[in-house]
């Protein structure tokens, strides 16, 4: 009967993939990530778990990513995406751990008997859960696809459709498509991002003055999925004259190797593939999965240090871009005109540049902080009618409530039917309903972001400089530290403050005392087997001594 087909079958997904002795899998920042070698166990687990999600979502589209983003290309792993296109929700992962744990087919078989019981998971069904899977480029993908596919083929009625390979944003956009009823193709996503591109583009005010926006753009692709991905399009850009360099070609490096998002953001310098020749050309840096991005400029033509744009001055730029719009649309001085009263919430981590925070504040915007993971900054932003949040690595998106769309639809309605469509708050409302079409909704995306950064530079007619001038960031310093046991660490406050060990907080509070502005916190990476040491001080030299003494201190407590 069905009951026993089931069974049989998760104990045979389980015992061709056993849990190695030894091994414990632990679903992090974004989902479980570890040497792509040993990963087959937990994307096969991760690929039963995604499975009985759809079947509990009523057969709602569930996504799989492997991927193991800005880490080595040794590394893989896997991210799930829920049916809203967001990272996979909360409440499940303590399952997900589990059974990534399972450590023989019948305690899987247990667990996963134990937990369809306790969530009232109807099993047993046809067509009753359906699987959207990606993957990246690093070469233990297709393998872990395989392990992914069976373990969705190990719960009956699930159907598994492989999307082929994709960036992870490109993925989560196919979910949240799919599960709204729009056509969830590549193609229906480039059609969307090139589309909406354009309208933003019509709605540049002609003879506008002060243009210092010039077409060039380098895109370090950091030799992964984005690069290739960025190269179908360029040509639909005509508004920008878009050169990839670490493209992820044949030939053209390793991916994530000295390049890439995370290099820039962390070290500072010119990624492989760029010189000091290239000073004067605004350049863009994507992730080797390309959910993140920052901007940088060559600082000088003698040597590889860069002036940086983080994900904090794309956040700038993003919120100044929108409260303009929406200032347009409430002070059109017009008193036949309702206003359209919207909440604009900014999330940010511990990480924000202190600088962005103070400058977002003085703009009189509404800040609040998560701890590190776009699961906790989505979730805070999906709170405001316009939640705009990014990390300072690159992550992060804009999302705009369906009610607030449907107001501004109707705005831009009304408008139209007086034949009122030269006005300001026209332009101001079609500019934001065409932004939130641009602008993956469902997860941070560096090709769309991009394509909004771009968009708005070429409104305000803004150069590099007139961006990265927005406020002057404070000087600060990461540092990565090795230790025996990483969870040793445990954090409170978003992260900002050390709950355990005790000692350590202390240490970091005296070493912090000693300098201006200073400000110092550590957390255990959710990503690398990683201690991460965050400084900030009012210059650099401090900067560096303050994340090398608590570094030190963490080395020592932590062995
Ligand atoms: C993932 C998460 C991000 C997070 C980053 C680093 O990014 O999606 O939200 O900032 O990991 O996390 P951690 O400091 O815990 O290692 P990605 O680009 O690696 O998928």
Redesign the pocket.
């Known amino acids: 009967n069905t009951e026993q087909e089931q069974r049989r079958r998760l104990l045979a997904v389980a015992t061709r993939f056993p849990l190695p002795s030894g091994c414990r899998f632990s679903y992090?920042?974004?989902g479980f990530?570890a040497d792509g070698a040993t990963m087959a166990p937990a994307v096969c687990r991760a690929g039963i778990l995604a499975a009985l999600r759809s079947v509990k979502l009523a057969g709602a589209a569930v996504g799989i990513v492997i991927?193991?983003?800005?880490?080595p290309v040794a590394d893989n792993g896997v991210?799930i995406a829920d049916p809203d296109g967001g990272?996979m929700a909360q409440h499940w992962e303590p399952f997900a751990d589990a059974l990534a744990n399972a450590p023989d087919p019948d305690a899987l078989l247990h667990l996963v008997l134990q937990f369809v019981k306790d969530e009232s998971i109807p099993l047993g069904g046809q067509d009753t859960a359906q699987v959207l899977l990606g993957r990246d480029t690093r070469p233990t993908g297709g393998y872990l696809l395989d392990a992914a596919l069976q373990g969705i083929n190990a719960i009956i009625g699930a159907r598994a459709i492989d999307m082929g390979i994709l960036t992870?944003p490109q993925l989560h956009w196919m979910v949240r498509s799919k599960n709204k009823g729009i056509k969830a193709s590549e193609s229906d996503y480039f059609t969307q991002l090139i589309d909406s591109f354009r309208r933003m583009l019509e709605l540049v005010p002609k003879g506008k003055g002060g243009d210092e926006f010039t077409k060039k753009l380098f895109v370090d692709g950091a030799n992964g999925i984005g690069g290739l991905k960025l190269e179908q399009i360029k040509a639909e850009l005509s508004d920008l004259d878009v050169i990839v360099r670490n493209s992820g070609k044949e030939g053209e490096g390793i991916l994530n190797h000295m390049c890439g998002a995370?290099f820039v953001q962390k070290e500072r310098v010119t990624p492989h593939g760029f010189s000091p020749e290239d000073v004067g050309v605004r350049c863009a840096s994507l992730?080797?999965?390309a959910?993140?991005l920052v901007y940088f400029h060559v600082s000088s033509a003698s040597d590889n240090r860069v002036d940086l744009v983080d994900g904090d001055k794309i956040l700038s730029l993003f919120a100044l871009f929108i409260r303009e719009q929406l200032d347009f649309i409430n002070n059109n001085g017009d008193q036949a005109n309702k206003p359209l009263p919207a909440r604009l919430g900014i999330v940010q981590?511990a990480?924000a540049n202190g600088a962005s925070t103070q400058f977002l504040k003085s703009l009189g915007l509404e800040v609040v902080f998560t701890p590190?993971?776009?699961?906790y900054?989505h979730r805070k932003a999906l709170e405001y009618d316009i939640g705009i949040y990014f990390?300072a690595?690159g992550?992060g998106t804009v999302v705009f409530s369906e009610d607030f769309i449907s107001q501004l639809e109707a705005v831009s309605n009304e408008l139209s039917s007086h034949a009122d469509t030269g006005s300001a708050r026209y332009h101001a409302a079609m500019r934001l309903l065409a932004a939130s079409q641009l602008i993956n909704q469902a997860v941070g995306d560096a090709l769309s972001g991009l394509l909004l950064v771009e968009a708005i530079l070429l409104y305000k007619g803004w150069s590099f400089q007139n961006w990265c001038g927005l406020y002057s960031d404070l000087p600060s310093r990461q540092l990565k530290v090795k230790v025996m046991d990483r969870s040793a660490i445990v954090t409170t406050n978003a992260e900002t403050k050390v709950s355990q060990p005790t000692a350590l907080q202390e240490l970091i509070d005296m070493e912090t005392a000693n300098y201006a502005q200073g400000r110092c916190f550590v957390?255990?990476?959710?990503?690398?087997d990683v201690v991460?040491v965050y400084a900030e001080a009012s210059t650099q030299v401090e900067a560096d001594s303050l994340a090398k003494s608590v570094a030190h201190h963490v080395e020592r407590l932590l062995g």
């Open positions: 992090g920042t974004a990530r991927t193991a983003s800005h880490n991210k990272m992870t995370d992730d080797g999965d959910d993140r981590t990480y590190t993971g776009v699961k900054l990390e690595n992550h957390r255990p990476s959710g990503t690398e991460r």
